[in-house]
């Protein structure tokens, strides 16, 4: 892997590190806001399986959901297809920002969707090797 791709792949590591410790942080307060910490979750694993895609020279596209870029991910490594029980962070995404279809996690919830950010990135981050430190 080139030096570019390398520094690339740990700016979008970066990014999807600095959602998941929001969401870690947020399970830590006194008062939980399970809604903002489900939605830095998805986006956490979205930037994760970008990341890989990029890795792949795959532009990133415009979507939030995860089953979606799990398939794409899935055409390199048919590993990926295990991801797809994690396509329930994908209702995180947009339908919790606003209150049409108001709708608030539970805190079980929130550390299940925790979890499910903090598996992917091992799991990617271990197909794509060291990054350097990250």
């Not at 006194?30 to 979750?41: K, L, M, V």
């Not at 890795?55 to 939030?64: A, I, L, M, R």
Request: charged share 30%; proline share 3%; glycine share 4%.
């Amino acid at each position: 892997m080139d030096e570019k791709l390398r520094a690339i792949l740990r700016q979008w590591l970066q990014k999807g590190d600095n959602d998941l410790k929001t969401a870690e942080y947020g399970l830590q307060s006194s008062e939980p806001i399970t809604d903002t910490i489900c939605f830095h979750c998805q986006q956490a694993v979205e930037k994760y399986l970008k990341m890989y895609l990029v890795s792949k020279n795959e532009e990133p596209f415009k979507s939030h959901n995860i089953s979606l870029l799990v398939t794409k991910c899935a055409e390199y490594d048919a590993d990926f297809i295990g991801l797809q029980r994690f396509d329930f962070l994908t209702s995180y995404a947009v339908s919790l920002r606003y209150p049409d279809d108001f709708y608030m996690p539970e805190l079980d919830e929130a550390q299940e969707a925790l979890k499910a950010a903090q598996d992917v990135r091992s799991f990617i981050v271990s197909k794509l090797g060291a990054l350097d430190g990250c």
